[in-house]
């Protein structure tokens, strides 16, 4: 079992930054890929970043270069900066974590609110 605690998430005004976190206990595999998963009311979850162990990046092409995915191996932490946040940004933000073995786990997300 692999444990995900996100932190970070915060309301913030359009145009404004944060970034969140996301640490990861348990069974960690030694090559995995962590991200970013998000769920808007309403809609189905979408991915908005992925980094592999060997940091290759992935983003969901509405990140237009505003969002910036890291991690820190040795904490089996991920982050996500996201600046010039948008209102439709606004969403719950899903830490994952999959092991090279393909088993995937999901954290209980943290709320992110963009006010125009």
């Known amino acids: 079992q692999v444990q995900l605690v996100e932190s970070g998430g915060v309301l913030v005004r359009a145009g404004g930054s944060l970034t969140l976190s996301c640490a990861a206990s348990?069974?960690?595999?030694?090559?995995?890929?962590m991200g970013w998963y998000r769920q808007a009311p309403g809609l189905q979850p979408e991915l908005v970043a992925l980094?592999?162990?060997?940091?290759?990046?992935s983003y969901a092409d509405f990140v237009e270069g505003r969002f910036t995915i890291s991690r820190d191996s040795a904490k089996n932490t991920v982050y996500l900066q996201m600046n010039d946040l948008k209102p439709e940004d606004t969403a719950v933000y899903y830490c994952?974590?999959?092991?090279?073995?393909?088993?995937?786990?999901w954290g209980q997300g943290t709320q992110v609110t963009v006010s125009s």
């Open positions: 994952y974590y999959r092991s090279r073995y393909g088993f995937r786990y």
């Open positions: 348990g069974n960690i595999a030694s090559i995995n890929t």
């Open positions: 980094i592999t162990f060997g940091n290759k990046i």
